[in-house]
């Protein structure tokens, strides 16, 4: 798939590839995934993964697969996209077990934030985020994201992290 | 990238999201939409939809947005679809309330199954139909294909019908 890749200090962020689905399928089949759509068969999970492609296909921009600088094999996929149904741009990460506890989340993340506000120009971004996802909390608030309770809720998740625009955030 | 193709009266081309999506969510909010996992709210719809998209991304193939020559409208889809579970590789079809009875999914079908044979370079073609799908049942009729086996998709039983072969339908086209 085309599309942009960003590079940070220690990592590649591409566009998802077909051989990406394997590792995909065993983080959102798996506890880990709980807060964020874990599915139960392989074919609801080939669907969410074809649903991230198919937004990279019709809006040229989506979740990007997160690999270290050395190798092309996706540990978790971070970025901004706007399904329907999300009244805003959301900033989403997802990293798995093998490559927790790294910052690497971090460091993908603010890469995705800052491509997003230089890029197209959007003035803020949000991460929905389930109120007992606490390490998802955590990196919210370590990249100055705050609750606001006044934006409005995706699918029923109830947290809603506002980040700071592109002043605020540098 | 997804190509564009035509036959007679359609033109197979790739999803937009600004004309397309809007029909795709009004066909997922409606009962016929039975047959393909709906119905189904907004939000849901435009994941089945882009799934449309991914797709091809994920496989290097997948199904066509169906444009009406004479009007420019979105009408439907058809074209090759193989999503993790199905049993092989099939032509799929869907068309919008004001498409049916003018027999746009056969054509595109039979469309679709020749992309499928000279572009991929398939050698076999099946369509997978609920057996209540009778319009579908008839469009499969009308392109040939056959019964042939059966396979449970969840809680939906569907219906395998093989298609004619390459050979078989250049000498049909001919």
């Known amino acids: ?170 | 990238m997804i190509p564009t193709i035509d036959s007679a009266r359609l033109v197979l081309r790739p999803f937009r999201e600004a004309t397309d999506f809007a029909p795709v969510a009004a066909f997922f909010a409606s009962e016929r939409s039975a047959f393909y996992g709906g119905p189904a709210p907004r939000p849901e719809a435009w994941r089945k939809f882009a799934v449309f998209s991914g797709h091809w991304m994920v496989r290097g193939y997948g199904p066509f947005a169906l444009e009406e020559k004479a009007s420019g409208a979105f009408v439907g889809l058809a074209g090759p679809w193989f999503p993790e579970g199905f049993p092989e590789p099939e032509i799929t079809w869907m068309l919008c309330d004001g498409a049916l009875g003018k027999g746009y999914a056969t054509e595109a079908a039979l469309r679709a199954l020749r992309f499928g044979y000279e572009d991929l370079g398939w050698t076999t073609a099946v369509s997978s139909i609920v057996a209540e799908n009778g319009p579908s049942l008839r469009v499969a009729e009308r392109l040939g294909a056959v019964h042939e086996y059966d396979f449970q998709m969840g809680d939906v039983l569907l219906g395998v019908h093989r298609h004619r072969g390459p050979t078989a339908l250049a000498e049909v086209a001919a």
């Open chain 1, 1 to 170: 798939m085309s599309g942009p890749v960003l590079e940070t200090e220690r990592l590649v962020l591409r566009p998802p590839k077909p051989q990406d689905f394997e590792s995909y399928l065993g983080f959102i089949t798996s506890d880990r995934a709980q807060y964020v759509g874990r599915v139960q068969t392989r074919l609801a999970a080939w669907k969410a993964f074809a649903v991230e492609a198919g937004h990279w296909s019709l809006h040229g921009y989506g979740p990007w697969v997160v690999t270290l600088k050395s190798t092309d094999r996706s540990l978790g996929q971070v970025g901004v996209w706007h399904p329907e149904g999300f009244p805003e741009r959301e900033l989403g990460w997802l990293i798995w077990a093998e490559a927790e506890g790294k910052g690497l989340a971090y460091e993908a993340a603010m890469a995705a934030r800052d491509h997003d506000y230089r890029v197209y120009g959007t003035k803020t971004l949000v991460s929905y985020i389930e109120p007992d996802n606490a390490r998802s909390i955590r990196l919210a608030e370590r990249m100055g994201a705050v609750l606001d309770p006044a934006a409005e809720k995706a699918d029923e998740i109830d947290f809603v992290y506002r980040h700071p625009g592109p002043e605020g955030a540098r």
